[in-house]
């Protein structure tokens, strides 16, 4: 049967998810990259669905941990079927992201920086002031300067989107610095949705041996008895 650790363990691993999508949802890093986006980039679509799908998974995930830890208190087959269902829903949606990330390896990274070259270059033919903040507040939060020319020489741009210590010392290019940013966190997340694969396979062959269990337990229950009609 199902044990209080392994609830807990189910339900941590969701709010785990949940916690994660927010953090990618509405961190500094990605909502500027999101705000400056295009509607013909691809980056603003793939924000909103990763965030929506992170959520859904971890209530599924949560949902499936409470009806298997009901479906042991109470021994119901309804209950543990319901459980199986969910766990099976999650891993439903877990196979295709894990496929997606080996097959689309490099597509939110190339839409970043394409958000990035766009809101650069605007800012080097001087048409929008507001791009030339947008700008900045990416250099700062990227801690990061501009795009590095191969001569070794800045731009103007560099000079005013970038802080003086970050013009002088050569800060990191920005499209370098997008690139190890977002490597960090896609590695976190992809180890996160490893973890949820492995325990949702689990929670499945859990909930399967405890409707076995119920079910053979039920019918020995009533063996032997007889009702006279």
């Known amino acids: 049967c199902k044990s209080l650790p392994e609830t807990l ?8 998810i949940a916690t994660l999508s927010t953090v990618t949802h509405y ?4 909502t500027l990259i999101s705000n400056v986006s295009l ?8 924000h909103h669905t990763a965030f ?18 009901a479906a ?7 209950l543990t079927a319901m459980g199986f269902f969910c766990f099976a829903l999650a891993f439903c949606g877990l196979i295709p992201a894990a496929c997606w990330r080996y097959t689309h390896s490099t597509e939110v990274e190339d839409s970043m920086m394409d958000v ?11 048409t929008s002031s507001i791009r030339r903040h947008e700008l900045t507040a990416i250099h700062e939060a990227f801690l990061c300067c501009g795009k590095h020319s191969p001569f070794g020489d800045t731009t103007d741009v560099e000079k005013e989107t970038c802080s003086p210590d970050q013009v002088h010392n050569g800060g990191q290019d920005c499209l370098k610095g997008i690139q190890d940013f977002l490597k960090k966190h896609m590695d976190f997340v992809f180890s996160l949705l490893g ?21 053979f337990s039920s019918n020995l229950y009533r063996k032997g008895k007889y009702i006279l009609r």
């Open 27 to 30: 961190g500094l890093h990605f």
């Open 72 to 78: 042991t208190v109470r021994e119901s087959q309804c």
């Open 195 to 215: 973890i949820a694969i492995g325990f949702t396979v689990y929670g499945m062959f859990l909930t399967s041996f405890l409707w076995f269990s119920i079910h």
């Open 52 to 69: 929506y799908f992170g959520i859904c998974l971890s209530m599924t995930l949560i949902l499936a941990a409470l009806l298997s830890s």
């Open 9 to 16: 363990l189910f339900q941590l691993l969701g709010l785990s």
């Open 116 to 126: 990035y070259d766009f809101v650069y270059e605007e800012v080097r033919r001087n």
């Open 39 to 46: 509607d013909s980039n691809a980056y603003k679509v793939i």
